[in-house]
């Protein structure tokens, strides 16, 4: 089951946009520090194969970063398997290590590790670290064969974005080098079904920023 629940997260965002990963603007003045701490998956791009199933199965993301030196992280993801009208909790440990010094806001990670697949870049592309921070991965599977691609907006809260925020942000992109995401096809994830109470349906008491 957990193997199960694992594979349908990775595809639930893949998408082959491209027929290499791209050139990912780097952010020298990117802080770990600052990024640590618990994000909530507002929105995720839409990608088209394999959004139905995640959208159907899917729900309440999160992900706590903890800062472990060298600009690196250790990582807890936690989301609810949606089956039926139940919701089965389920979570996973993963590293994110630090490519180098001069890209410090690159990541290779082994997400899904027990899978026979290459370890996964993983990009901060933009982040004002108090509120949101867009993140990208890509993996290469070898010559000839198409990436697999996935992106999220995440936020420091389940609300998300008001509507002139997100706005003024995704139209933003293309002006911090980042031309290779179309930001109209992210989605927002409802957070309307999730709780501390194993997944039971409550009211969101925090404000969209």
Not at 29 to 54: C, M, N
Not at 111 to 120: G, V
């Amino acid at each position: 089951m957990a193997l199960h629940l694992q594979v349908l997260f990775l595809l639930g965002t893949a998408s082959l946009l491209h027929a290499a990963c791209p050139l990912v603007p780097v952010r020298a003045d990117f802080d770990p520090s600052k990024f640590a701490g618990k994000w909530y998956q507002v929105e995720r791009l839409e990608t088209g194969w394999g959004s139905t199933i995640y959208d159907q199965t899917t729900r309440c993301f999160e992900i706590k970063f903890t800062e472990v030196g060298n600009g690196s992280f250790s990582a807890v993801s936690a989301w609810k398997f949606q089956l039926g009208r139940y919701f089965l909790p389920t979570s996973m440990d993963s590293n994110f290590n630090r490519i180098s010094t001069d890209f410090p806001n690159y990541f290779r990670t082994g997400m899904i590790p027990w899978l026979p697949l290459p370890s996964t870049t993983f990009y901060v592309l933009k982040t004002d670290y108090v509120r949101y921070a867009i993140v990208y991965s890509c993996t290469d599977l070898g010559i000839g064969l198409y990436p697999v691609e996935m992106s999220w907006i995440i936020h420091r809260k389940k609300a998300g974005f008001t509507v002139r925020r997100r706005k003024t942000i995704l139209e933003g992109l293309p002006d911090n080098g980042i031309t290779f995401i179309d930001a109209t096809k992210y989605k927002r994830i409802d957070f309307d079904r999730c709780s501390d109470d194993n997944g039971q349906s409550g009211n969101l008491t925090t404000m969209a920023t």
